[in-house]
């Protein structure tokens, strides 16, 4: 066995042979491996692509519900998607329609992974400037006055901005959050303010979330307001029946206890309008606690001394042309 292994040596040719099968059987296994994994990462880039732009499909339309609710007098006016190769990022534009004059907002972005994930990546946030012993700061976004409400269940409400009304020029217009002193069916606020209304703020709090403001407001010495950036409500139109706005939100609420992304918050929402459930959510039964109103000065001045009024914050101040 060791002369035939010594004779097997020394064959240069069959050597050769071996040498020239091990390499053509390495070729063989790396081609067929980088053919396998060409079309691994072929298949899991499509069907990962596919999952991302069904993500993206199914959470446009819940975000456009709910964009549709939250937000005072605030409506997005369409979204935008960027695809890379391994995800994509959507960026939704907003506007203040100001009187018709229609004032960009906050712009909202969302990163989508080709796993179907996604997250917000919005890093704006209001600013505002002062000091730790002043009653209220008034709060800003890209330079624009941001609204505010005050709860009736709060027990302060010691500053707000009737008194800058009649400061600002006929030549300008403007946005006016009104927080009221009670909750009103919806008939009666429009009955009210349906010249110059924009949005209706209803009332989606518990008795816990109020006894929190109230809380809140004695453990620091100030009103409790609300951004109107984090309110629920619905936009006034004149082009349709009274209740339309009414209905939609009703519906839009109804729907979102569907969606994934906003169960949740949805069905926190249709709990406290309903009372824990224990009136049907109507048109009739939903209770509006301030509106947002649009105009010039003069026309929003009359506003401020009626009776219902309890608060007034400006927002957006916009040029009438």
Do not use: C
């Not at 269940?153 to 946005?175: F, M, P, Q, R, Y």
């Not at 929190?212 to 409790?224: L, M, Q, S, V």
């Amino acid at each position: 066995m060791k002369k035939d292994d010594k004779f097997l040596k020394k064959d240069p040719e069959f050597h050769n042979l071996v040498k020239k099968a091990k390499r053509d059987s390495n070729i063989r296994v790396i081609f067929i491996s980088l053919i396998v994994s060409i079309i691994v990462v072929t298949a899991f880039y499509f069907i990962g692509n596919s999952i991302m732009q069904k993500a993206i499909d199914k959470e446009m339309r819940s975000d456009a519900m709910w964009y549709s609710i939250h937000g005072a007098n605030i409506e997005p006016q369409g979204t935008s998607v960027n695809y890379s190769l391994t995800s994509a990022t959507t960026k939704t534009e907003f506007s203040k329609i100001v009187n018709g004059i229609p004032v960009p907002w906050v712009p909202k972005e969302k990163r989508y992974s080709i796993l179907g994930t996604s997250k917000l990546i919005t890093a704006i946030g209001a600013t505002g400037t002062g000091g730790a012993h002043d009653k209220r700061i008034p709060m800003y976004y890209n330079g624009k006055r941001a609204i505010e409400f005050i709860h009736p269940g709060a027990h302060s409400a010691t500053v707000d901005d009737k008194e800058l009304i009649s400061d600002i020029s006929n030549d300008k217009v403007i946005e006016l959050a009104l927080s009221f002193d009670k909750s009103y069916d919806l008939k009666k606020v429009q009955s009210a303010f349906n010249e110059h209304l924009s949005w209706y703020w209803v009332n989606s709090y518990s008795q816990s979330d109020i006894k929190d403001f109230n809380e809140e407001a004695k453990r620091t010495g100030k009103d409790y307001t609300i951004s109107g950036d984090d309110v629920i409500g619905f936009r006034h139109s004149d082009q349709q029946e009274d209740n339309w706005g009414a209905n939609a939100f009703i519906q839009t609420i109804t729907s979102l206890q569907d969606e994934k992304s906003y169960s949740g918050l949805a069905k926190n929402i249709m709990k406290n309008v309903t009372k824990d459930n224990q009136q049907d959510m109507s048109a009739e039964n939903l209770e509006m606690i301030g509106v947002v109103v649009t105009g010039s000065p003069s026309e929003i001045q009359k506003y401020l001394e009626l009776p219902m009024v309890r608060a007034a914050f400006l927002g957006v101040t916009a040029e009438k042309y």
